[in-house]
Each structure stands twice: as structure tokens, then as C-alpha cells.
């Protein structure tokens, strides 16, 4: 182990950025947390985040802090060339921490660097490139690349992170919008409520529903299997004082006797 790390500043700064981490899923959110302190403790400037799709062919800024407005809007994604493909990919499988050449800058900083360095560190997943960081600051930065080299293992876990969350909550959201397309088609604004004759031959049940639930008088329903008595055990909750609440079916019948007692 390199006796550096043993009472050096390099071991806090590594510790907080796992630190902070595994406290935000959002990589932006961990970026704002965690650059604060890199800049006390480094010549730093600004830290960018760019994820690297080669199947999509572009780079994608994921977060960058601090931020400062006067630059504008944040950079999102931009589109690569076959060679531009080629050059990035080479460069992030390096894994390293080095300053960019002139052609590799223009196509990865997402801004024209104004005085100072750019280093570049890849991020490599199971040997496959997914994204670069990028430190912009003075030009005594370069002499730190063995600590920030160090800093590209919890920030590759962090963008990991924040792409799962963004593939759930997409698919979170595919499932609500085909959840509300089935319903639109089915004329309904939810599964509650939807007792198969209420206005025919149940009529006289819905009525009784009706009456208890407005009570808190608990409710015995009776009825042979496959007759509907979770349904309107259902239409029970949904009609009360407490249709906000959960709802929670228990099956009697698969639970010990001695643990019901």
C-alpha cells in the first residue's frame, strides 16, 4: 500500500466520495455533494460526468458540478462520428487520469476550456467503456492524477446507479401509461368497482354494501368459492371512511391454527 494514503488528505477525500456515493442514487445529487470538498482539497474548478453509449454512438453529460449559470444551458448529449466513436472508445478503455490531447478535447469537453487543464479519467465496466469524468482546473491539477485516478472507481459506481434508476423509473412509467390505456379502453378509472351485474341481479347486495359501509360495525360476508366475496369485500373498503387506506387480504386458510390463536 502506498504509504501516502496512511494520514493523508487523499484518504478522506477517496472515503467521502464513496461516502456520498452510497448516500445518493442520483449521480448530479452526488456530484453536488461530493465536489465542495474535492475542490477544498484540489486546484479543481469543475468535475463533469459524461456517459458513453458506442451502440447509440454519442456522449451524454449526466452531471457536472458546480454549475454556474453565466455558462448557459447544461450540455446534453452529443452525437459521434465513426472516427469520434473510435477515438473516445480507445481513450475511456485506457482507464486512466490524463490530460487530453487538443482533438479528444474538442469532442469530450462539452465547453471550450478557458486557461488551466483538462484531465480525462475513463469509466470501465466488465472491460466495456461506459462514460468518462472530466477535471477541469489550474494547471498544478496534472500532478494529481494518481488521486483522481483513484476517484474513478466509486464514481463509476455511482453512474451505474443512477442509469438503474432511470431504467426503473422508466419502465415504472411504461407500466402506468399501458395500466392507464387498459383502463381507458375498459371506460374505468380503476380495478375497484367493477361488480359484474350491480345494477341487475346483485342490486340488492350493492345496497347492503352500501349501508356498512358507512359503519365501522365489522362485516361478515358469506358465500361459496368463486361466488365474489373478496370483490365485495373490496367494494366494502372502497365505499368507506377508509377507502384511502390499504386494503389487505389474508388467507385464513393457510395459516396454522395455533399462529391464528
Do not use: Y
Not at 467521502?16 to 449521480?27: A, G, K, M
Not at 479528444?104 to 486557461?115: A, K
Amino acid at each position: 500500500m502506498d504509504p501516502r494514503w496512511s494520514a493523508s488528505p487523499w484518504t478522506s477525500l477517496v472515503l467521502n466520495t464513496w461516502r456520498q456515493v452510497s448516500e445518493h442514487l442520483d449521480i448530479a445529487a452526488c456530484l453536488d455533494e461530493l465536489t465542495p470538498g474535492l475542490i477544498a482539497g484540489l486546484p479543481l474548478r469543475r468535475v463533469w460526468v459524461r456517459r458513453f453509449d458506442a451502440q447509440h454512438a454519442w456522449l451524454e453529460t449526466v452531471a457536472v458540478s458546480p454549475w454556474d449559470r453565466a455558462l448557459g444551458e447544461l450540455p446534453a448529449r452529443r452525437p459521434l462520428e465513426a472516427d469520434e466513436l473510435r477515438l473516445v472508445s480507445d481513450w475511456v478503455s485506457r482507464g486512466r487520469v490524463e490530460p487530453l490531447p487538443p482533438r479528444l478535447l474538442s469532442v469530450v469537453s462539452p465547453q471550450r476550456t478557458r486557461g488551466g487543464v483538462t484531465l480525462a479519467g475513463g469509466l470501465v465496466d466488465a472491460r466495456k467503456p461506459v462514460g468518462l469524468v472530466l477535471f477541469e482546473g489550474d494547471d498544478s491539477l496534472a500532478a494529481q492524477s494518481e488521486l483522481l485516478l483513484a476517484l474513478l472507481a466509486p464514481l463509476l459506481v455511482a453512474l451505474r446507479n443512477d442509469q438503474r434508476v432511470h431504467e426503473l423509473a422508466r419502465l415504472r412509467e411504461a407500466v402506468e401509461a399501458e395500466n392507464r390505456a387498459l383502463l381507458s379502453r375498459l371506460a374505468r378509472d380503476g380495478v375497484a368497482g367493477a361488480v359484474v351485474g350491480a345494477d341487475a341481479g346483485m342490486r340488492e347486495v350493492m345496497a347492503r354494501v352500501q349501508r356498512v359501509s358507512q359503519t365501522d360495525a365489522p362485516v361478515l360476508i358469506l358465500g361459496e368459492t368463486g361466488t365474489g366475496k373478496e370483490l365485495v369485500a373490496r367494494e366494502v373498503h372502497a365505499r368507506s371512511g377508509r377507502a384511502q387506506g390499504p386494503f389487505l387480504k389474508i388467507n385464513c386458510g393457510g395459516i396454522p391454527p395455533e399462529l391464528i390463536d
